[in-house]
């Protein structure tokens, strides 16, 4: 059974860090693309970063390159997504999720081909 657990949300001050994680279960990182979205009060879910299962490359949305990173730990079966400089624009619910898309595909676009959801982090960024 699939299953994916985030962690690390919570509230940060602008221009402050977080760390996200992902721990999966049931299937190991080279069977997915790992995708990391977010959904803020009245928009729409979107991609912000993906990793992909075959050699580890990594993607962003635009307005998130440079600021954050996404990384696996194959031993520990957990996807990270490190949060810098954060700002109020980035306050939403996060999830990652397993997807069949490719990861150019994940950052650019509305979610598809998503197998598996995680539950969603808060994450709030406000002085």
């Known amino acids: 059974q699939v299953q994916l657990v985030e962690s690390g949300g919570g509230l940060v001050q602008p221009g402050g860090s977080l760390r996200l994680s992902c721990a999966a279960s049931?299937?190991?990182?080279?069977?997915?693309?790992i995708g990391w979205f977010r959904q803020a009060p009245g928009k729409d879910r979107e991609g912000v970063s993906c990793?992909?299962?075959?050699?580890?490359?990594?993607y962003y949305r635009d307005s998130v390159k440079g600021r954050f990173t996404i990384s696996r730990d194959n031993a520990k079966n957990t996807v990270y997504l490190q949060m810098n400089s954060l700002k109020p624009e980035d306050t939403a619910v996060y999830y990652c999720?397993?997807?069949?898309?490719?990861?150019?595909?994940?950052?650019?676009?509305?979610?598809?081909?998503?197998?598996?959801w995680g539950q969603g982090t808060q994450v709030t960024v406000s002085s």
């Open positions: 999720a397993t997807t069949y898309s490719p990861c150019i595909v994940v950052v650019k676009t509305a979610p598809s081909g998503v197998a598996h």
């Open positions: 049931g299937f190991t990182l080279d069977y997915y693309n």
């Open positions: 990793i992909s299962r075959r050699d580890g490359s990594t």
